[in-house]
Structure formats: structure tokens, C-alpha cells
């Protein structure tokens, strides 16, 4: 079994809604972003690439190459699951933590978990995802941007794919 951990943040722009977990959740504002700046998918993703000691987002997905822009996070995801499948390892299961001050997450939590179960091809009882605010502290909680936190555990596969 490996372990992996994830972090990203985004500054928040003039849009109409966010995007975290693959749900769109309507907003007052957007999110300033190279993709579609879903923080959640991303720091999972980072995870994802951590635990198998594969680098990060960024080594993948540079934001300086134009074939990128305004990639899917959930493509994204889905790429890295076949790297690691590719070097036969399957997720155990995954806890997650945005940090937002508004607007509330709780009724969108749930869609989020399936939304990543079906990603990572486990059950949704393998698949946490919790939100907090930042009681009004600091970049967060001024709401200015968002962030949020993913610990992923990740199996190696008893049968080779080789
Ligand atoms: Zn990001």
C-alpha cells in the first residue's frame, strides 16, 4: 500500500459558478483558472501521482502548454487512473477536504463522492469528501480563493497487467 496527499488552491475571478468534484455549483463568482479550476480534482489528482511517486499535476499537464487549456479536471483524473493502472496499482480509498468560506457545500457533497467513485472505479464508501469553512480567516475566509486537501491510498495490483 502506498499513501498519497494533495493541496491546491484557486483565487476566485468574475464568473457564475465553480466547479469542485465535477459538480457545477452556481456562484456569484468563478474561478480564475488554466482548466476549468476544480481544486477538489485537482488536489486528488496530486495525490493520485504522489503515491505512485509519479510527479505531480504540473509535471503532466504544464499550464504553459495551449493543449491543455481548458481541459476537463475529470479528464484529467481519468489519464492519470490509466497511468496508474498502467503500473498496476488500484485506489483502497480517498479522504478529502475543501476550505471555502461560501457558498455552503453540504447539499453538493454527495454528488461529488459518486462523481469521484465513478473517476477511481471504487465503491462510494471508499470516497470522502468533507467541507469547512475558514471561519473568516485570512485569504479563505475573506473569500478570496479556495483550497482543499486529499489523502489517497493506493494498492499495488497481486496480478501484473505485464
Ligand atoms: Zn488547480
Redesign the pocket.
Known amino acids: 500500500m502506498r499513501i498519497g496527499f494533495g493541496y491546491?488552491?484557486?483565487r476566485f475571478a468574475n464568473g457564475d459558478h465553480l466547479m469542485i468534484g465535477g459538480i457545477k455549483i452556481p456562484h456569484g463568482k468563478g474561478i480564475n483558472?488554466h482548466?476549468d479550476?476544480?481544486?477538489l480534482l485537482?488536489a486528488l489528482g496530486d495525490a493520485l501521482l504522489g503515491a505512485a511517486a509519479l510527479g505531480d499535476?504540473g509535471t503532466y499537464f504544464p499550464d504553459t502548454d495551449p493543449s491543455y487549456a481548458n481541459i476537463e479536471s475529470s479528464e484529467i483524473v481519468r489519464r492519470i487512473m490509466n497511468q496508474l493502472g498502467n503500473a498496476a496499482y488500484t485506489v483502497g480509498n480517498v479522504d478529502a477536504t475543501i476550505i471555502i468560506e461560501r457558498p455552503r457545500l453540504a447539499k453538493y457533497l454527495k454528488a461529488m463522492r459518486i462523481h469521484i467513485a465513478e473517476l477511481l472505479e471504487v465503491s462510494l464508501q471508499a470516497v470522502s469528501v468533507k467541507v469547512k469553512t475558514n471561519e473568516k480567516m485570512g485569504w479563505i475566509g475573506s473569500e478570496q480563493g479556495i483550497a482543499a486537501h486529499a489523502a489517497v491510498l493506493l494498492i499495488t495490483s497481486s496480478i501484473s497487467p505485464f
Open positions: 491546491d488552491s484557486h483558472a482548466s479550476g476544480d481544486v485537482h499535476l
